[in-house]
Nanobody, 125 residues
């Protein structure tokens, strides 16, 4: 069992930045691929980014590519999402998730076994 706790959300003006953190409870954190997803009101949960267990591979949704950066610190059991140049359409609840293995289907929610409770990000225009 892996418990995930997100933090760092808040209210920011368009063009601003936020850094989300996701702390994991388990010492085997480094064996998990870690992803970020988001869900806006009335919409389905969508993929944002994922990072491999070593941090050597990262993938991003086209909508955030060039603005968001995912990283991880395995010594701290924490994954981060640095969000720059935020837009009102980035407003959503952001979730981190953990997957023990990863293939080409990293954008699918069903691949991830563990989820955090989410943190709200609101971008005002």
């Amino acid at each position: 069992q892996v418990q995930l706790v997100e933090s760092g959300g808040g209210l920011v003006q368009a063009g601003g930045s936020l850094r989300l953190s996701c702390a994991a409870s388990r010492r085997t954190f480094s064996r998990y691929f870690m992803g970020w997803f988001r869900q806006a009101p009335g919409k389905e949960r969508e993929f944002v980014s994922v990072i491999s267990w070593s941090g050597g591979s990262t993938y991003y949704a086209d909508s955030v590519k060039g603005r968001f950066t995912i990283s991880r610190d395995n010594a701290k059991n924490t994954v981060y999402l640095q969000m720059n140049s935020l837009k009102p359409e980035d407003t959503a609840v952001y979730f981190c998730a953990a997957a023990p293995r990863m293939g080409s289907d990293y954008e699918a929610t069903m691949v991830y076994d563990y989820w955090g409770q989410g943190t709200q990000v609101t971008v005002s225009s």
